[in-house]
Structure formats: C-alpha cells, structure tokens
C-alpha cells in the first residue's frame, strides 16, 4: 500500500492543495506527473544545496572547527562525513552537517584534497578553521602525516582536539574489560561469531535448530510474528571502537542460543 516517502508525501500535498492537485498524479496528462526517480533526485539535490547554501549563510566570515570521520557502508564504499561546528550571531554554538563524500583511499593526502575540493565548491578556506576533531586513527591525528598534521602546515591555528565520543568509547571499552566475567562473555561472543561464519555447515546447523526454536516460541505466544519480524539476519562481531556494536550483536543472537547445551554444541564445532 506504501509506494515510498517521496509519492506519500506527494498524495497527501494534492490532497491538502487544491491547485497542486489540478496538474499532479491523476490529473496530470500522459507521462508528466513528476514523480520518477529522476525527478525524485533533482528535488532532492536542489534541497540539499538550498540546506548547504543556508549554513554557509549562517557561518558568514567566522572562524570554524570541522569535524571528520570515514566509513564504509553496506556497499562496501568508503565515503567522509564532514561536520561543521561554529558559534552563530546569537553567541549559540552550532554543528552542521556538511556533507557525505565518496573516497576511494583513506590516506590523510587523499581526505586533505577531498576536504579542500568541498571547501572551494562551498566557498570556504582552510585559513578559517580554528579546530579539528578526529578520532584517534593513524591517518586522521597522526603526528607526521596525519590529516591534522597535513591542515597544521597552512593552518597553524588549526588545533586539533581528540574526539570525546571517541574517547569516551575506548574508556568505557578499557573499564568493561576490568570485569573478566564481562571480557569472557563477549570474548565468547567473538568465538561464536568466528566459529559459525566461518563454516556454512555449521551456520545452516544452528539456521535449523532456531527455526525449530522460533516455530516453538510462536506456537506459544512467546514471540510475536508479522511481516519485517523474526528476519534472518548475519553475525557480527562485537568491536572496540563501536560500543553499540556489543548491542547488535547479542540482538542478532538468537533466542535460546547462549544455553548451556547449546554453548557446549558450539565448542564442539570449534573443536572440529
């Protein structure tokens, strides 16, 4: 029944407006009702550069601190967030996100002539950045050739401050491995995680016993069904540098899997 944000959101602007719904969707002749994919993206980029040419507006000749970190999505491409943050005309201090970029290296030169091709496309300078904000990675604050360092040569004023999501991410990390009945639990984790990947055997073993499990838990109301619930979903191994990824993965564990009869099946599959 949902034919995407984009056409929803286009049906209830006819319904609300008379003289949108004079020339669009139904009432629009032959093929001219402005809702292909194309159209869809030309909105959307005209709405992205109204966004971008507004925060440029509100930043004006101010300094400002940029923030950066790369990632890489599900299909596999590495792309730079770039977050601009800077104390506005009402004293108030605002980050704005700039912009998601494709790279494909992550070397600090590489990140630096990306960093500067969007700058120059949106009128700003490196001269006017104040600060900048990394995580803690070899390419990013390196002390030689790290993106800081490569800034800090035509930008001395540019000081760079360790990101405090980020460290407070490895102190959480290096508290919890404090408690060894925590590091053993999702030392384990890890195992399994390894042990059934790394085997389709033994991943299509543990695929039978759960779905014995869930046809169970849903003949007794204990787990709810509906369409987009109890979807098969991949093993993920838990990591240091996101605390969010110890959730995801005890989330995708499922149900019933951490018994002790059934930890005792997955040692014996490590073992062979």
């Keep these: 029944m949902n034919q995407g944000h984009f056409v929803e959101l286009v049906k209830f602007l006819c319904e609300s407006n008379e003289e949108v719904n004079n020339v669009y969707l139904n ?7 402005m809702i292909t994919p194309s159209i869809q993206k030309d909105i959307t980029s005209v709405a992205a550069s109204l966004v971008t040419r507004a925060i440029i507006s509100d930043i004006g000749d101010n300094f400002f601190s940029i923030l950066v ?3 890489r999505d599900v299909s596999i491409k590495e792309h730079m967030a770039i977050v601009l943050r800077y104390v506005n005309c009402n004293s108030d201090i605002i980050e704005r996100f700039l912009g998601l970029v494709h790279v494909s290296d992550t070397t600090a030169s590489s990140l630096k002539e990306t960093i500067e091709i969007i700058f120059v496309k949106n009128g700003l300078s490196l001269t006017k950045i104040r600060g900048q904000g990394y995580d803690g990675a070899s390419n990013m604050s390196g002390q030689f050739s790290g993106l800081k360092s490569l800034i800090l040569v035509e ?3 540019a000081y760079y401050v360790h990101c405090f999501a980020h460290q407070l991410q490895l102190a959480l990390v290096a508290c919890a491995k404090k408690v060894y009945a925590l590091t053993d639990f999702f030392n384990f984790i890890s195992l399994l995680c390894n042990a059934v990947g790394a085997s389709c055997k033994r991943a299509d073993i543990l695929r039978e016993k759960q779905f014995d499990e869930l046809v169970k838990s849903i003949a007794s109301d204990y787990v709810q069904s509906g369409r987009g619930l109890n979807r098969e979903m991949s093993l993920s191994r838990p990591g240091d540098t996101r605390w969010s990824s110890h959730y995801r993965s005890l989330l ?6 951490l018994k002790r009869k059934n930890i005792l099946c997955i040692l014996w599959f490590i073992y062979l």
């Design 27 to 33: 009432n629009a002749s032959d093929n001219l009702k």
């Design 155 to 157: 930008n001395n004023s």
């Design 252 to 257: 995708i564990l499922p149900r019933g899997w």
């Design 69 to 71: 970190d790369e990632a």
